[in-house]
Nanobody, 123 residues
Framework: VQLQAFGGGLVQAGGSLRLSCAAS????????VAWFRQAPGKEREVVAG???????FYSDSVKGRFTMSRDNAKNTVHLQMNSLKPEDTAVYFC??????????????????WGQGTLVTVSS
């Protein structure tokens, strides 16, 4: 699976951004896809994910503000980020897990990664 993440940028606190992750090679609807972020000096953490079934999961830090969706026709997933905070500043990555792991909150469970897109939220 080849993944391309895009949509990052600079936004003021309280603003919104929509990230996208376009895939080629395999249909995303068959796998778990997650968005991770990594801030300088910190570990990569899951912020949102969607299982092959369509069910979603979110970290407590973004729940209620971020929404993940999937466009099967375009083989793309999106992350709508609202009410952004300075602490959301990070490089955001999309990852695909193909082995039906139960450890979906763990970066090492994911088999394919996009290149990352930078989100900067100014205060």
């Amino acid at each position: 699976v080849q993944l391309q993440a895009f949509g990052g940028g600079l936004v003021q606190a309280g603003g919104s951004l929509r990230l996208s992750c376009a895939a080629s090679g395999r249909p995303l609807r068959s796998y778990t896809v997650a968005w991770f972020r990594q801030a300088p000096g910190k570990e990569r953490e899951v912020v949102a994910g969607m299982r092959w079934s369509g069910s979603t999961f979110y970290s407590d830090s973004v729940k209620g503000r971020f929404t993940m969706s999937r466009d099967n026709a375009k083989n793309t997933v999106h992350l709508q980020m609202n009410s952004l905070k300075p602490e959301d500043t990070a490089v955001y990555f999309c990852g695909v897990e193909i082995q039906r792991s139960v450890a979906l909150w763990t970066a090492t469970s994911y088999d394919f990664w996009g290149q990352g897109t930078l989100v900067t939220v100014s205060s």
